[in-house]
């Protein structure tokens, strides 16, 4: 084999035998010299077209971007209106302005080539699926879910009339379309078409091929996303070894070990997590403009992992979400796309270092995005109000909170009964809803209305979600309504139920925050209300060790 030299003209890596010492972008610029614009324009169109293909797998996108824009000023009017090359430039086109963050102007140029390509190639052609696939995506990008799955849909049917069922073109656009469901929220559905993605490429590919630990990598986040991290974790590992040894040091690597951090942060490993993440926002620093979108991600998600482990990493946390926002901020202004969850990052960790005063504007402007974006009774937003309602509770404005709890609630009511088929999370919701205003109740004093409330969330819990965290703290929440009754019989089997549970979870998913403890010093309270210092002693012994 050739041994690596360096390029004649500008220094770059070259094998030994290339033409005249020198890569393949300088002996394109050469070529150019020999070509008048206004003797032999298609041939330059073309020259520009292959140098800009070779910026594009060089990385340099904004090159790139000016050689297919010349490439294209070039060829004629008649060219322009019928010819696939064209297409397929306006394509190429479409690709680098979105990979430049430029969606809107991307989207256009999607368009026309999907636009050219029905023209010439109607009714089914594998150039039409492509096409179709390109525009759904840079909508998804957008945050334009809707109008974006049909055309995945329809691209999915068209690269299986033109190559059959099992082809690698529909494998991809099953792919798309998993992400765009699992963003809608219609998470079952999702599980569904990664699971036929991965069987797809397993079959078709080897497993050293970039696509199958990509899929891997959203199953995995997925089943995640769906409350079940033990059968995440494995398949995120695997993606995350796969594209080591296919990659190396690559920003797709970067996307797998993220998912695994988020996978860890799901299982209560905030340590892995955080060291998880500091790799891969490392890399992303390493290879992406430092102002890039997933820059900001790997900032927000180190941000969250670091918020978990508490007052001694709550400066960094605050720091890191603030600069995920300043970069996400400078990228789309201050449109609703993802600023709102940034903002609500900065939210939890401003509340916990007790700067109440900014808490409650950056809450209520995520709030704003996130109606803006979505509407009143979309999930996020159904989600949304637990963060101002929590800071208004520790201002004592318990009338405040109360009405944000009772505007989640019916918005989240709203949201499960329009779900033909509610997942995990729409339960989790709305039972989160019931009791965080049952407790806001309890603050003030109105046990009998906070008691309807939890038993109403402790059915839903022990009917959907009868292993899950909720389930058992609205049980211990509901055993302490009746402790405030006096109520003392009743009380006593909740609240060791619900402790019982919250034990039992916390060997493999803990429930955040301090929730055993406090539930121990409950029944400390309940039994010393009845005279039963055996019990007393042994509850404070077990508060102190849970703490």
């Known amino acids: 084999m050739a041994e690596l030299g360096k390029c004649a003209s500008c220094g770059a890596p070259v094998f030994g035998n290339a033409p005249g010492g020198q890569c393949m972008r300088c002996l394109l610029q050469l070529g150019l010299s020999d070509f008048p614009i206004n003797e032999s324009p298609e041939v330059v169109a073309d020259l520009r077209n292959t140098l800009g293909n070779v910026d594009e797998e060089l990385g340099d996108y904004e090159q790139a971007e000016t050689e297919l824009r010349s490439a294209l000023a070039l060829r004629s009017p008649a060219q322009r209106a019928e010819d696939t090359e064209i297409a397929a430039l306006l394509g190429s086109l479409g690709t680098i302005i979105e990979r430049r963050d430029k969606l809107s102007e991307a989207e256009t140029f999607h368009r026309r080539a999907l636009a050219l390509h029905q023209q010439l190639l109607w009714p089914v052609h594998a150039e039409i699926a492509t096409s179709l696939s390109h525009v759904g995506t840079v909508l998804f990008r957008q945050g334009k879910f809707a109008d974006a799955e049909p055309f995945y849909r329809q691209s999915l049917d068209v690269a299986r009339k033109t190559a059959g069922a099992e082809n690698l073109p529909a494998a991809t656009t099953l792919g798309n379309l998993?992400?765009?469901?699992?963003?809608?929220?219609?998470?079952?559905?999702?599980?569904?078409?990664?699971?036929?993605?991965?069987?797809?490429?397993?079959?078709?590919?080897?497993?050293?091929?970039?696509?199958?630990?990509?899929?891997?990598?959203?199953?995995?986040?997925?089943?995640?996303?769906?409350?079940?991290?033990?059968?995440?974790?494995?398949?995120?590992?695997?993606?995350?070894?796969?594209?080591?040894?296919?990659?190396?040091?690559?920003?797709?690597?970067?996307?797998?070990?993220?998912?695994?951090?988020?996978?860890?942060?799901?299982?209560?490993?905030?340590?892995?997590?955080?060291?998880?993440?500091?790799?891969?926002?490392?890399?992303?620093?390493?290879?992406?403009?430092?102002?890039?979108?997933?820059?900001?991600?790997?900032?927000?998600?180190?941000?969250?992992?670091?918020?978990?482990?508490?007052?001694?990493?709550?400066?960094?946390?605050?720091?890191?979400?603030?600069?995920?926002l300043a970069i996400r901020r400078k990228r789309v202004g201050n449109e609703p796309l993802d600023i709102a969850g940034f903002l609500q990052g900065l939210g939890r960790a401003l509340a916990a270092e007790n700067k109440l005063a900014e808490v409650e504007r950056v809450q209520h402007e995520a709030l704003d995005m996130l109606k803006m974006l979505h509407g009143d009774t979309h999930t996020d937003v159904a989600s949304a109000p637990r963060n101002p309602a929590h800071t208004l509770m520790s201002q004592t404005n318990l009338a405040g909170a109360e009405a944000v709890w009772r505007e989640a609630l019916a918005c989240r009511r709203t949201l499960l009964a329009r779900e033909p088929l509610p997942g995990p999370a729409s339960y989790g919701l709305l039972i989160e809803a019931l009791d965080s205003l049952a407790l806001t109740l309890s603050d003030e004093r109105r046990f009998a209305e906070a008691e309807s409330l939890q038993r109403?969330?402790?059915?839903?819990?022990?009917?959907?979600?009868?292993?899950?965290?909720?389930?058992?703290?609205?049980?211990?929440?509901?055993?302490?309504?009746?402790?405030?009754?006096k109520r003392f019989t009743e009380a006593e089997p909740l609240l060791l139920a619900g402790y019982e549970g919250l034990k039992r979870r916390d060997q493999g998913s803990p429930a955040p925050g301090n929730l055993l403890a406090d539930t121990a010093r409950v029944l400390v309270r309940l039994y010393e209300a009845t005279d039963r210092s055996d019990q007393v002693a042994q509850w404070k012994q077990e508060a102190k060790a849970r703490q």
């Not at 993440?277 to 900001?296: P, S």
């Not at 839903?460 to 009746?482: H, K, M, N, S, Y």
């Open 456 to 485: 109403e969330a402790l059915g839903i819990g022990q009917t959907q979600l009868p292993d899950d965290w909720r389930t058992f703290a609205v049980e211990c929440r509901l055993g302490e309504c009746l402790l405030q009754q």
């Open 178 to 324: 998993g992400n765009l469901l699992a963003r809608q929220k219609k998470l079952p559905e999702a599980e569904i078409i990664f699971r036929q993605t991965l069987e797809l490429q397993r079959k078709l590919l080897p497993e050293t091929h970039p696509m199958v630990p990509k899929t891997l990598s959203n199953l995995g986040s997925l089943l995640n996303d769906l409350g079940r991290a033990a059968g995440a974790e494995p398949l995120l590992r695997e993606s995350v070894a796969l594209r080591r040894r296919i990659l190396g040091e690559h920003f797709d690597l970067a996307i797998s070990l993220n998912n695994l951090g988020v996978c860890l942060q799901k299982k209560g490993r905030f340590a892995e997590a955080e060291a998880v993440h500091r790799e891969a926002l490392a890399m992303r620093r390493k290879l992406l403009d430092a102002e890039h979108t997933d820059v900001a991600m790997s900032l927000n998600n180190l941000a969250e992992a670091l918020l978990a482990q508490g007052s001694e990493k709550l400066a960094e946390a605050e720091s890191a979400f603030r600069e995920a």
